[in-house]
């Protein structure tokens, strides 16, 4: 994906509520180990909140990655955690690449990650302090008929260096549990990377949604509507071989059009967004149909 993106203008704080961060990290041992150095260096020796845990846990292979995912899931489901789970490890197109060389997929990883968030209906945040964390976002397009695997999602267009992950997030969590300001805390994550292009963004599932069903919009739904279509006009043809199939075929259309794509969007937002699981998502998340339609009409044909 190239290109930067903008940080979502909904409040991080007026959205998710977070008790527990848990730092993951699996880096070659020559590397330095910055999840370790943002434990050690400001939440196990500064004098945080203390309504809020921290637990940094290195990882060696993938059955360590995927088993800790469990005991997180666990602590989710039997002790009421709210977590930001924060991954510190190199990332690319495929996915996380763990001190083993192995690979972490981001479609598996998403999955995982569902799992905890359908638990805490729609209330995890997902940090990567990595290279190429928005490649994570490729593995969601096909999502639109099931749930979002996170609620808010702190990620990189484009590498970043050990320095910048480093100072950025003690900075990042030091605004974030003092001011309580998500904004300010992602300008400060944001302040030692010069490139734009290069900088973290906080993306909500609102803003994953909108652009999942933008990309329904333009490649799926004209197919299918042309598909259901002909299947109409293939009755009609069997039991009035005399009808105006051109115009038929034409009204058809345009009332699939409209009828069929609002509906759609209904069904795929409220369950996406866990509308039906939290009642206060509604609010939260909040989006409507004319909204899309309004800012992407003269890019959907």
Known sequence: MGGGLKTTSLSFFMIFKFNKVYIIESLPENEMKTGKSLYEEFFHHNDVDNRYDFEYQSIKNANGFKTFLEIVFSEIKDKGVFPIIHFEMHGGKEG????SSEVIQWKD??????KMNIELKNKLVVVFALCYGVHFLSAFYEFMDFRTPFAGLIASTDYVKAG?????FQKFYKMILETKNGNDAIKGLNELINEEDRRYSFLSCRWLFKEAFVQYLKLCSAKERNKRTERIITKIKSTNPNAEITKIRKELK???HKNNQEKYFITARDKFLMYDLDGSNKSLFAIEYHEIMGEKSTTLH
Do not use: T
Request: glycine fraction near 6%; charged fraction near 30%.
């Open 254 to 256: 345009e009332y699939l």
């Open 109 to 114: 990883l998403a999955f995982r990650l569902l």
């Open 164 to 168: 910048e992950i480093k100072y950025g």
């Open 96 to 99: 996380l690449r763990l001190s």
